[in-house]
């Protein structure tokens, strides 16, 4: 080829450039030229792969390059010369002949030359004899006239491919470039055919890196050949992205280039110092294939889904990701990370706000990494495949949706692990960037988390998913291997480091413990943190910016969809239930991916075992935890019971993990300094009901899973639960009194009640756990008040709205008063509305009056009940509840629909019943019930009682028997106090308890000077941590012992006792 300075000299005729960047450029040329410098000897050897070939000098010098290449191709014939070939290039071209001519012979055995000449001709379609010309091989006729026909070589293949590049494109049908990249293509096959080593490999070799380095040369300089036009970055671009309609080229013209094509242009170009120029358009046309259009799109009009756009894109992306410098290149993007003044990215829908420039959203859109998390499966246009999923759709039906819908998105998200992999591999610089990118990504979606999140200030959600699914498989090496897991540091010094995580942890999260001590001071002045500690943290925080959060929208809308279903008066056509519904199963698309949850699962169970590891790092078991967001307990929690709700087949397999996580939930129950907040530890017995208790002891469960379930042994088996998940449980009864809403606490307390039975029933072992408690009198009697208050206020509502549901149930069924009555709409609603209450709070009463059988049939538990400031409360419920139960709205109420709201008359009555008999052999139970106004104003209660179990034949006759001697020991004690008022005729004021009116026998001060009795202001307490008087905070502590008060009590009782000695 002809090195002058054509090109410059034409730009600087037009003016465009002056002549010190003409000569600037040109040398610039020439050094990339200069790699095409001839050996003086052809390499022999393996080191031929990398001897440089000889420069292309190859030039018509009396026609214009047209006219050559008309003479070259295999329909026309030689014209005439088109140029002289110089005497040395000849000389060469030449040289091979005797070989030519010795290997044309068919009797003769071919030499290495031919093989490796015929090799070349099926590689570069390029030929100097005739007789080879055929279809899809080209004939040079020029060259061949000026040298003869002569075999290809590694001398001669340089300027041959060189006028097969110049070669006018319309008349050789394809781009220069796709010409070299077919070409190698056919070169590698050629090379993989090639048994040994040798002459022929060695020749095939070069060619491969002959290619190559031209391809660079056309990709940087771009006029090096006169019909080469300067498109050959876009072409490429084309080609690796699959999309030739984008490069002027029809689909058949062109193949992705492989991937030993782009691993060798991308080392020549690194070579050269031409690499950021080669790749950076490569991976803008890549980035800019990813993004969604700029223009927001009109109402109506659904998102873009997955295409074979986005997998091309990707695709080039991980095949350029192999060659490590690539990853450098791209890790050092202006638009890796979003700079400090982001322009604000357009909204997606046209009424949206315009998102905030350093936000979830303008990280999708502003960033090159962005580009590649977001592509989704839109909930919108997956739901389209449900549309009628409100009339019913088979299982199979659905199942095979999901496979589908989910088969792009799997691969997809494949294509993001790979590209996240490759910059991690790619060398210090690109691995810290990516972390960098991940942690702003975090920070930036902060707001993710909350119940109804701002979307023009955080990621989509498939975003988000997407990048914990990459992080979580970027986690498997730990999370698979124990010995890794072990790597991850037992501190919280990285989260505590805003230096480190860029903002991934805000500081103004809630703490798990507000009392544990802050690592942050620390943290700066430790060593680096570990890449697996890194990776597990932030995973932890994407997962709950994403997965986690999404989960508990997802049950919002789940709840929501029941209560319409619920409400709707024809389900199968009602097209609101239908939006809904599609929705659901659409966001299931996503949610639910299998490898999604199974890789969730796994971090539960390391996240897990690592809380257990910072356990025992405690310098003392009374220590706190290192300081640590609250969410990170909580998400494990969350995640796992969501799954054993909806998706319980996601569990499969996951035992050990959900081993891990009871050990830890069991740990943190039994030390509950540790969890500061009520409602998390509520949770906790929230989580061993739905995921550890099997089926056939939940009432509400549904179908047993098919799949072996060895986790739910773990209740009953453990030796951790064994020792200490009782007594657990029995304080978070009590404690759920004082903490928990009106709402929350009747279902948590019915979960720990269904636990407390099984548990109960399980052995001796947990049986002394029961025990070991109800000796710690202050915890027990506050779980005792708990369950009692629990019991009563209970079966009173239940009682209220069972009569109301019978009224309007016998009003329905009169048709004539139903049609009449004006106000049906707000009857059925409040008909409805009771019908859940009544059927919530049945599942708890049934569980609470049970739980007070069964644990007073104890000796030892029944110690505690006897207590002075419990045993008022405990004989108040039972006796309030037998009112209830005995009287006209008792055992005698007929609803419906008693069955379906779990209404069981007669067996509370048993159970009731049967607490009062294990009593019977205690006198202060007698003297309590005589003296508690439930007795004084329904004396008959009791005979009335006795009088229906006899009737209803539901306890056995020794139990009757006892029963019967605890109303004749009762209605004794009720007359000997009553004899013994009479006696005291009138008391001073100051000696009466002023709640209860009667003389106080154990009288103490209160802080505000009040005195009361001591039984009645614990009693108090237990409900209500204020003064009664004046609402001040109170404390046991406070109290004082009124001496004074019970020295004169004592004083008035032996002047009454001396006064009736003298009047005898």
């Known amino acids: 080829r002809d090195l002058s300075k054509s090109g410059c000299r034409r730009e600087l005729e037009s003016g465009a450039m002056d002549e010190a960047a003409a000569d600037q450029r040109e040398k610039a040329r020439m050094k990339r030229l200069a790699r095409f410098a001839s050996p003086t000897s052809p390499p022999q050897g393996p080191g031929l792969a990398d001897a440089p070939p000889p420069p292309p000098q190859l030039r018509a010098t009396s026609s214009s390059s047209s006219d050559v290449f008309d003479d070259c191709s295999p329909q026309s014939t030689p014209r005439g010369a088109a140029g002289a070939t110089p005497p040395h290039k000849k000389a060469a071209l030449s040289s091979v002949s005797a070989t030519d001519a010795a290997a044309s012979s068919p009797r003769q055995a071919k030499s290495p030359g031919a093989v490796a000449s015929a090799a070349l001709v099926r590689v570069l379609q390029i030929t100097l004899k005739k007789r080879e010309e055929r279809a899809g091989v080209l004939y040079l006729s020029e060259i061949a006239s000026n040298v003869g026909e002569v075999e290809l070589s590694a001398l001669n293949i340089d300027e041959l491919v060189a006028a097969r590049l110049s070669m006018d494109q319309k008349k050789a049908g394809m781009h220069p470039l796709v010409y070299l990249m077919q070409a190698h293509r056919r070169c590698t096959d050629e090379i993989r055919n090639v048994r040994a080593p040798g002459e022929v490999r060695d020749t095939l070799v070069a060619a491969s890196k002959l290619l190559a380095r031209y391809a660079v040369s056309l990709l940087t300089v771009p006029d090096m050949f006169d019909n080469a036009v300067g498109d050959s970055d876009k072409v490429l671009s084309a080609a690796l992205l699959g999309s030739p309609a984008s490069s002027g080229l029809g689909a058949g013209m062109m193949q992705a280039p492989s991937q030993g094509f782009m691993s060798q242009v991308l080392a020549e170009a690194a070579e050269q110092e031409t690499l950021t120029e080669v790749v ?3 991976l803008d046309a890549a980035v800019q294939a990813l993004k969604p259009p700029a223009q927001p799109l009109p109402l109506g009009q659904p998102p873009e889904d997955i295409g074979e756009r986005h997998f091309g894109a990707a695709r080039a992306l991980v095949a350029l990701f192999k060659e490590k410098p690539v990853t450098s290149a791209f890790s050092q993007r202006h638009d890796f990370f979003l700079p ?6 357009p909204p997606q829908l046209f009424f949206m706000p315009p998102p905030s420039p350093r936000s979830g959203p303008a990280v999708e859109a502003n960033t090159a990494l962005g580009a590649v998390v977001q592509q989704r499966v839109h909930a919108v246009v997956a739901g389209t495949n449900f549309a009628n999923i409100h009339r019913g759709m088979q299982v199979q039906e659905v199942e095979a949706q ?8 799997s691969n997809m998200q494949m294509s993001q692990v790979a590209i996240f992999n490759a910059l991690l591999r790619g060398g210090a610089s690109p691995r810290a960037a990516l972390l960098r990118w991940i942690c702003e990504a975090a920070a930036a979606n902060d707001a993710a988390g909350a119940t109804q999140p701002d979307r023009s200030k955080v990621s ?3 975003f988000l998913l997407n990048l914990g699914f990459v992080l979580l498989e970027l986690s498997k090496p730990f999370l698979e291997e124990q010995t890794k897991a072990n790597l991850i540091r037992t501190d919280t010094k990285f989260v505590a480091a805003a230096e480190r995580h860029y903002g991934a942890f805000p500081d103004d999260l809630q703490p798990l413990s507000p009392s544990a001590a802050d690592p942050a001071a620390a ?20 997962l709950h910016l994403g997965l986690v959060s999404q989960l508990a929208r997802h049950e919002n809308l789940l709840r929501h969809i029941n209560r319409i279903h619920h409400q709707s008066a024809d389900p199968a056509n009602d097209l609101q239930l239908s939006r809904f519904m599609q929705q659901q199963f ?8 299998p490898a999604l949850l199974s890789g969730a699962m796994a971090f539960v169970g390391t996240a897990a075992r690592w809380i257990m590891r910072l356990l025992g790092t405690r310098a003392n078991p009374d220590s706190q935890l290192p300081r640590m967001p609250e969410h990170f307990v909580e998400d494990l929690v969350a995640l796992t019971m969501h799954l054993a709700i909806y998706e319980p087949h996601a569990l499969e397999g996951a035992s050990s993990h959900l081993t891990s996580l009871f050990e830890c ?9 540790l969890v500061h907040s009520p409602h998390l530890r509520a949770k906790f017995a929230q989580l061993l009901y739905h995921v550890y208790l099997a089926a056939e002891h939940k009432p509400d469960a549904g179908r047993a899973m098919k799949f072996a379930q060895p986790h739910q042994n773990l209740l009953q088996m453990h030796p951790r639960a064994q020792v200490d998940l009782a007594q657990a449980l029995l304080k978070l009864y009590g404690a759920v009194e004082a903490h928990l809403d009106v709402y929350e606490k009747p279902d948590v307390r019915c979960r720990i009640a269904r636990l407390l039975k099984h548990l109960w029933g399980s052995g001796t072992e947990h049986r002394n756990t029961f025990q070991r408690i109800a000796a710690e009198q202050e915890s027990f009697v506050r779980f005792a008040n708990g369950l009692m208050n629990e019991t009563n206020s209970l079966v009173a509502n239940i009682m209220d709205k069972l009569t109301e549901i019978r009224n309007v149930q016998v009003l329905r069924q009169d048709a004539a008063k139903w049609a009449a009555e004006p106000n049906q709409d707000d009857l059925l609603a409040r008909h409805a509305e009771n019908e859940r209450s009544v059927k919530a709070n049945l599942s708890l009463g049934n569980e609470t009056i049970h739980m007070l059988a069964y644990l007073t049939s104890d000796s030892e538990i029944q110690k505690p009940f006897l207590l002075p400031e419990i045993l008022p409360r405990l004989t108040t419920t039972v006796l309030s509840v037998l009112t209830k139960l005995v009287g006209a709205k008792g055992v005698n109420i007929k609803v419906n629909n008693a069955e379906e709201l779990d209404f069981r008359p007669q067996e509370m009555l048993a159970e009731l019943c049967r607490t009062i008999i294990h009593f019977a052999p205690y006198e202060s139970f007698h003297a309590a019930i005589a003296a508690d106004g439930y007795y004084h104003t329904s004396p008959g209660l009791l005979p009335k009682a006795l009088s229906t179990v006899k009737k209803l034949h539901i306890l056995t006759a020794a139990e009757v028997e006892e029963l019967e001697r605890v109303v004749t020991s009762s209605g004794a004690a009720a007359e000997a106090a009553a004899a013994a008022e009479a006696e005291d005729g009138d008391v001073p004021e100051d000696f009466l308890d002023p709640i209860l009116c009667t003389i106080m026998t154990d009288p103490v001060r209160l802080p505000s000077g009040h005195v009361m009795q001591r039984a009645t202001i614990l009693q108090h307490l237990l409900n209500d941590e204020h003064n009664p008087f004046t609402r001040a905070p109170l404390k046991v502590e406070e109290l004082v012992d009124a001496d004074d008060i019970k020295a004169k009590i004592a004083h008035w009782r032996e002047s009454r006792m001396e006064v009736e000695t003298g009047l005898k």
């Open 460 to 462: 989509s959600d498939g």
């Open 280 to 282: 950076s358009p490569l």
């Open 665 to 673: 939930v069991v740990a943190l129950l039994s030390e509950p300094q």
């Open 340 to 345: 400090a003044e982001a322009a604000a990215p």
């Open 402 to 409: 999901f496979r589908q819908l989910r088969m792009p998105l």
């Open 586 to 593: 659409g966001t299931m698309v996503s949610l639910y991916q």
């Open 523 to 542: 943290a700066a002045a430790d060593g680096d943190v570990n890449f697996i500690t890194q990776c597990f943290f932030l995973t932890w925080r994407v």
